[in-house]
Structures are given as structure tokens and as C-alpha cells.
């Protein structure tokens, strides 16, 4: 019996004394001795270092990056870089890395608007139809040719009724007048049907009326010409006026670019703060990152309403998120609540400018809006490195490579816009060229002409947004001061430039077309047109490509330096394994083909070569949005990814929110030893809105295993007690004492 008991007693106290180890380590103890805290703190070159028993921290003091490690295999870190908040449209049918998108919508609906109408295309095909008709006819006259043409004639004047009307409206005056006169060959037409009708086999009745049609194609024609020059001069005061909006700096209906860089603002980084539970015992620790302040005024009002709240555990607790959510959050998870108190939409902005711009027509749709936010994930062998050094290095070759990854998106969206610009001016051109060997005359292809004009138009409008954002990130490549980086942007201008000015140049061929009085001299025209179109075209293509390339090469060779530390060849997407070896950061997210139900946690495993890592990523599929009135939404969240050689983008892609605060709680953590199968020993109300500091309840559960109740100290005297007892029960044993234990 008295082995038993001595063998007990000394399983006891080895398993109290190694978990006093656990819990303090030599550096960790002398901070518990000094401060009463299981944790220790230092400041090192911009950089706040946090070390507990089980997990160390490295965050930045300036923006939302920090790396963790597990302090018993120190060399192996991990990186959560918060880079980004991307709005994006249309996804996933369209990247969300190609800004160019809201360029593309925008430049489209100002088009769009510009035109009266759509009943001002229905002139063309009525009077086609009419003509056709009228000039097919011989005597004697049917009653029912007469009337076809009788219910043509109606339908061609209630057209040019309707379009005088919006001419008026806008005070197109002398469109308006043209119309008028138009409607005056109209009536001419028609009188000539009544002789016709009182007289169907009259020669004469029948040729008078198909010279009154002639002569209304002709004053079409001009009608044509007033209506193209309208269009045109509208569009172009409307889109310089959205120039004139976008460049006042500071205005409130400001439309601010897509994507809003973290780096582009100051961040102010609040605490540690203690974290008790309600015997007193620091359970915890938490942080905030606060958005102080922007850099661009686009952005301004992102100021003090973009928070990251972070908390990390030193015991397993279950957390509860009003009555919306629960969860276990692990020893040594780091938990980062993304707030967003207020967002200016583009999408809401849009539909203001359109009211402000007269484009009542245009279509702006809330639901296919959202925000992305974008977090670099990444793992190195850090030994031999001075750690906050080596973590500071990363950020600069990161960032010259997004700066680049932009450049050729940008690049991207430029090239699609002058090429589908010139397919279309061809497609266009040969169209009219067949209607005019068809036997068509000017009157015939004058619409063609006019789409050609006004697709021009408004691929010149989109060039000029793409020139803003394009000047913007040549400017950040300068002020980079790599000469490579910067020659490319330039270039990327310089290509810019030249198809602004070969559009300037078709734009003017097209107007002097319009202006041509004979079909065989617009043949020849529109035939050299499609010659310049297919030689631009075929060069513009062919420079583009090389400088997209050159800006892949470029962004491969920026990230070469630090890639042979890194750690990652795979990551664990829930159920899909994702090889992030190659280098893609210049191409688009590819959208994550594992999906979780609602309020259920998405895990993203590190995998080296050979192994599984200790460190992850996750997130609940479950973003909360609180709104003014009171009412609380769960929406889910969705993921997609970019491989970037050895490192992950993840985009957490939330729904449009309207007007409400968007709360979401990615985190971070270890799979070691000490946080295998643990369940929540406390309960906690995490914050919630603008609240930063969590609450462990009042009453709620004991922390269990007395290692968690008890503080480092009062650990180490039980410990010391025990091992004294079982030292004498021993020496007493060998005297052939007896001693009751209990």
C-alpha cells in the first residue's frame, strides 16, 4: 500500500511541477515575479513583442501585421499581413483585382445615358421598312400595300413625336427644329399615299410618293447629324463634369477608388490589456488596432470607423457574441474582430451621380456589391534572423509587388478596352461597307456611322478614368525608387497615351465620313478605317502583352530574396489542398471550391513539403451586421485566394451592409500539445459595435483544472508542498514511521 501511495504522490508532483514549467518558463516567470502577469511584453523596433507559455506575438505598431510562433519551436513562423479592403462588383463573374471593372460600368452607363432614348433607333428601321416598301410598289396599288404603308407612316411619326418631345426637354432646340421639319416631309409623304389611294394605277401618284420618301431619307439624314452631335456634345459634358467631381478633393459624394490599402493610413494600436476573470486572475490579454487617419481624401470616411480587436487566451474560453454566435477559442488562438462602422458605397455614390449627371436609365444593382478584405498568409524558417528586422523586410518587397500586380491589372483593363473597342469599330465598319455594296445609300448606314462615333466617345470616357488611376500608381512608382518599377509604369502610360491619340484620330475620320456625299467615297473611307483599325490592333496587342510580362517578370524577381525561408508548399483549404508554390500575384483570385454552413468555422492548414504545421488560419462563415434601427443580420461570408510563390491572399468576401457596422472574427493559431481537445473553463461576452474590451461573466463556469484556476505562484507554492511532503514521506518510510496522509 505504501509504494502505491508514494508512487502517486510522486506522479503528482512531477505532473504539478511540469506544469508549472508549462505555464512559466524562466523569462515568463521572472515577469510573473515582477509584474503577477503570465506573460511578458517588450518593445523592439517598431514592433510589440508579447510571450506567454505557449505562443509568442510579434505585432506591428503601426498597421494590422503580426507573425506568431510556438516558443518551443521558436524558428517557425507565421505571418497575417491585413492588406486590403477591396468593394468589388459583379463578383465572381468579374476579379476582384481588376479595378478597371467600375471604370468599364461607369464609362457604359454614361454612354448609355447620353442618348435620348431608345425611340430614336426606331426611326431608322421604320424608315427603312417604308422605303423599301414604297419603292417595291408598281400600279395598280393594292388596298393592302397601302394600308402596310398607312401603319408604317404612323408608327414612324408617333417615333419622331416622341423624340421631338425628349429634344425639347433637354433643349436640344436645334435638334428639336430639324425633327419639326422632318415631321414636315412626313406629312408630305402622306399626302402623296392619299392621291395614291384615290388613284391606285396613277403613274404619276405613285412617283411623286417615292420622290417624297427620297426626300425624307435626306431630311433623316440631316436630322441624323444634329441628333450624332447632340449625343456627343452630351456625353462629353457629362463626363466632364464627373472628371470635375472625382478631382474635388474632399467633396462629400467623393467616388473613391476600389480598393483602399491598409498602408495608406495611420493605425493606432491600443493595449495589451489585461483580460480577468472574476476571482481576479488575468485570464488574457487584448489589443486593438484603430484607422487614426488616411492618406487620401477619398477615404476619409473610413477614419475612426475601421477597427481590428484582437484577443488571446491563456486558458480555453467560450466566447459569445450577443445571442448570435458561441465558439471555443483555444489557448493561444489570437482572435482579430474586423469592424466597419460606416462605408461609403460606390454603388450608392454611382446612383447619386447618375441623378446629379441626368442618367436616369442607369442600372445600379446594391446586391452585387460587397467588400473583400485581403490578408497575406505566409511561414518562414526564421533561425538566424533578427525577427523584427526580417519582419519589416517583408512589407516592402510585398508591397512593391502588389504596386506591380495593380500596374498589370490596370494594363489588363486597358488592353480589353481599346481592343473590344476596335473589334467593334470593325464589326461596324463591315456592316456598312455590305449595306453599301448591297445598294444601301448614306441615309441607310448614317446609324452605323453613328454608333461609331459615340463607341468611340465613350472608349475615350473610359480611357480618361483608366489615365486617373494609371497616373495615381505611377506616382507610387516613383516614389518607390526603383527605376525598373517606375520605367514600367511610365511605359504603361506611355501605351495609354498612344491609344488615346489613335482614338482621337478615328473619331475624326468618323465625323468626316458622316460628312461625305456619295456611297463609293464612304466605301473607300470605311475600307482604309478597317486597315488602321487591324495595324493599331495588332501592335497595340503585341506591346501590351510584352509590358504584362515584363511586370510578371519583374514581381517574381522582387520576391525572389525572401522566398527561400519560406516554409509553405500547400495549404488546406477545408477540404481542398491548394498548391501555393506557384507565383501568380499578378493574376486573378481563384474562388474556393469548399464550402461550410452558416455560423461553422472555415480552417486554413500550413503544409510544408512533408509535413502539416502547427500553425492555421480560420474564420466563422458568419459576418454580423448591426444596423441604426436595432436589427442584427448574419450573412454569410465567402473565399476565395491567390497563390503568390509560397504565400497565400486570402479574400474574405462579405455582402453589401448598406448602412450598418459589419463585425467579422477571423483568427489565428497553433496545434501543439498544450491546446489538443480543449473545451471553453470560462465564458465570455466578446465586444461588440465600437465596444473593444471583452467581459468574462459573472458566475460563469470555474476555470476546471486547478492549473487554470490557480496563478503561477500559488501553482508553485502547492508544487513545493507537495514535493517536501513526499521527500519526508520517504525519509519516514525508510525509518519504519508511520505517517497519515489523509
Not at 494590422?64 to 517557425?76: G, I, L, M
Not at 384615290?198 to 447629324?225: N, V
Not at 448570435?324 to 469592424?339: H, N, P
Request: hydrophobic share 45%; proline share 4%.
Amino acid at each position: 500500500m505504501w509504494s502505491k501511495r508514494l508512487a502517486c504522490l510522486l506522479m503528482v508532483s512531477f505532473l504539478l511541477a511540469s506544469a508549472l514549467l508549462a505555464l512559466s518558463p524562466s523569462s515568463l516567470a521572472e515577469a510573473a515575479e515582477e509584474e503577477g502577469r503570465p506573460y511578458e511584453l517588450k518593445h523592439e523596433e517598431g514592433w510589440l513583442i508579447v510571450n506567454t507559455s505557449i505562443v509568442g506575438l510579434a505585432l506591428n505598431e503601426r498597421r494590422p501585421f503580426f507573425a506568431w510562433w510556438y516558443v518551443r519551436e521558436s524558428t517557425t513562423v507565421y505571418v497575417a499581413h491585413y492588406k486590403a479592403l477591396i468593394e468589388y462588383y459583379a463578383w465572381p463573374n468579374t476579379s476582384l483585382l481588376s479595378p478597371h471593372t467600375w471604370i468599364a460600368h461607369l464609362a457604359r452607363e454614361l454612354a448609355e445615358g447620353a442618348r435620348l432614348g431608345p425611340e430614336e433607333v426606331n426611326i431608322e428601321p421604320l424608315l427603312a421598312e417604308l422605303r423599301a416598301k414604297v419603292m417595291a410598289l408598281h400600279p395598280p396599288v393594292s388596298q393592302e400595300e397601302l394600308d402596310e404603308i398607312e401603319e408604317l407612316l404612323s408608327e414612324l411619326d408617333d417615333a419622331i413625336s416622341d423624340l421631338h418631345d425628349k429634344a425639347l426637354e433637354v433643349g436640344a432646340d436645334d435638334l428639336a427644329s430639324k425633327l419639326e421639319e422632318l415631321s414636315a416631309s412626313l406629312a408630305e409623304v402622306q399626302a402623296r399615299l392619299d392621291e395614291l389611294r384615290e388613284s391606285p394605277s396613277s403613274h404619276k401618284a405613285l412617283s411623286e410618293l417615292k420622290r417624297e420618301i427620297l426626300h425624307l431619307s435626306r431630311d433623316w439624314h440631316r436630322c441624323r447629324g444634329h441628333l450624332a452631335m447632340w449625343e456627343r456634345q452630351a456625353l462629353r459634358e457629362k463626363f466632364g463634369k464627373l472628371k470635375d467631381i472625382m478631382r474635388e478633393v474632399g467633396r462629400e459624394k467623393l467616388f473613391h477608388p476600389p480598393v483602399f490599402s491598409f498602408a495608406e493610413g495611420e493605425w493606432d494600436l491600443d493595449g495589451p490589456h489585461d483580460i480577468k476573470a472574476p476571482n481576479g486572475t488575468v485570464v488574457g490579454i487584448w489589443f486593438t488596432y484603430k484607422l487614426d487617419e488616411v492618406y487620401n481624401p477619398a477615404f476619409k470616411f473610413a477614419e475612426d470607423n475601421i477597427m481590428i480587436r484582437c484577443r488571446l487566451y491563456f486558458v480555453p474560453v467560450e466566447e459569445r457574441v450577443d445571442e448570435q454566435l458561441s465558439y471555443t477559442v483555444r489557448r493561444a488562438e489570437f482572435k482579430q474582430d474586423l469592424v466597419i462602422a460606416s462605408w461609403r458605397w460606390n454603388v450608392d455614390l454611382l446612383k447619386e451621380l447618375a441623378e446629379e449627371l441626368g442618367l436616369e436609365g442607369a442600372v445600379v444593382v446594391p446586391s452585387e456589391t460587397g467588400l473583400a478584405l485581403r490578408v497575406e498568409l505566409l511561414a518562414f524558417n526564421a533561425s538566424g534572423t533578427d525577427l523584427p528586422d526580417f519582419l519589416s523586410g517583408l512589407e516592402e518587397p510585398s508591397g512593391f509587388r502588389e504596386l506591380l500586380a495593380s500596374l498589370r491589372h490596370e494594363l489588363s483593363g486597358l488592353r480589353d478596352t481599346v481592343l473590344s473597342a476596335c473589334d467593334e469599330l470593325e464589326d461596324l465598319a463591315d456592316q456598312a461597307l455590305e449595306d453599301l455594296e448591297a445598294g444601301a445609300s448614306l441615309a441607310d448606314v448614317s446609324g452605323l456611322l453613328q454608333q461609331m462615333a459615340l463607341s468611340v466617345e465613350s472608349t475615350l470616357a473610359a480611357l480618361e478614368l483608366h489615365e486617373e488611376m494609371l497616373s495615381d500608381l505611377e506616382e507610387k512608382a516613383s516614389e518607390a525608387e526603383l527605376g525598373n518599377v517606375s520605367a514600367l509604369a511610365t511605359a504603361v502610360e506611355g501605351l495609354l497615351s498612344e491609344a488615346k491619340a489613335f482614338l482621337r484620330a478615328v473619331n475624326a475620320t468618323v465625323w468626316q465620313m458622316m460628312g461625305l456625299e456619295s456611297p463609293p467615297e464612304l466605301s473607300l473611307a470605311l475600307a482604309g478605317l478597317k486597315d488602321e483599325l487591324k495595324t493599331f490592333s495588332k501592335a497595340f496587342k503585341e506591346e501590351a502583352d510584352r509590358l504584362s510580362k515584363a511586370l510578371r517578370e519583374e514581381a517574381w524577381e522582387l520576391g525572389e530574396p525572401a522566398r527561400h525561408r519560406h516554409l509553405l508548399a500547400k495549404v488546406r483549404l477545408g477540404r481542398e489542398d491548394v498548391d501555393v508554390r506557384p507565383d501568380e500575384c499578378t493574376g486573378h483570385e481563384v474562388r474556393a471550391r469548399t464550402r461550410v454552413g452558416l455560423k461553422k468555422f472555415f480552417e486554413v492548414r500550413f503544409l510544408s513539403e512533408n509535413a502539416t504545421l502547427a500553425g492555421w488560419f480560420r474564420f466563422v462563415n458568419a459576418s454580423i451586421v448591426r444596423y441604426p434601427d436595432g436589427r442584427v443580420e448574419i450573412m454569410p461570408v465567402e473565399l476565395a485566394y491567390l497563390r503568390a510563390g509560397r504565400t497565400l491572399h486570402l479574400f474574405l468576401i462579405y455582402r453589401y451592409f448598406d448602412d450598418g457596422t459589419l463585425e467579422h472574427d477571423p483568427s489565428t493559431g497553433l496545434d501543439v500539445p498544450e491546446t489538443a481537445g480543449e473545451e471553453g473553463v470560462l465564458v465570455v461576452e466578446a465586444p461588440t459595435g465600437t465596444e473593444t474590451s471583452p467581459e468574462v461573466e459573472e458566475g460563469a463556469p470555474g476555470p476546471g483544472p486547478i492549473s487554470y484556476l490557480l496563478t503561477p505562484e500559488g501553482l508553485a507554492v502547492v508544487a513545493a508542498v507537495l514535493i517536501v511532503i513526499t521527500a519526508v514521506a520517504v525519509w519516514a518510510k525508510r525509518r519504519g514511521r508511520t505517517i497519515n496522509l489523509y
